[in-house]
Nanobody
């Protein structure tokens, strides 16, 4: 079992920055692909960013590309999401998720799909004021 706890959310003005953290316990994250997803009120959960278990590849939603950066520190068992140039439409609950790696099976499309991830955190609220 992997337990994930997000932190770092809050209220920020348009154009501001936040860094979300996702701390894991129970298992080492070095064998897990990690993702960030978000859900705004009245909307479905959507993909934000993902990073492979090795850190070799990152993928982003078009809406955040160039503004958000996902990274991981396997020694600290933590994944980060640096969010810059925040916009009101970034307001949502942000969730961290983990998916055990599948050799030769971790395609980009699978890593963008929330159904791939078996472990989820409780979420952290990000609110961007205009």
């Amino acid at each position: 079992q992997v337990q994930l706890v997000e932190s770092g959310g809050g209220l920020v003005q348009t154009g501001g920055s936040l860094r979300l953290s996702c701390a894991a316990s129970g298992r080492t994250l070095s064998s897990y692909n990690m993702g960030w997803f978000r859900q705004a009120p009245g909307k479905e959960r959507e993909f934000v960013a993902t990073i492979r278990w090795s850190g070799s590849s990152n993928y982003y939603a078009d809406s955040v590309k160039g503004r958000f950066t996902i990274s991981r520190d396997n020694a600290k068992n933590t994944v980060y999401l640096q969010m810059n140039s925040l916009k009101p439409e970034d307001t949502a609950v942000y969730y961290c998720a983990a998916a055990a790696r599948i050799p030769f099976g971790d395609t980009e499309s699978r890593l963008r799909d929330g159904r791939t991830y078996g472990y989820w955190g409780q979420g952290t609220q990000v609110t961007v004021s205009s």
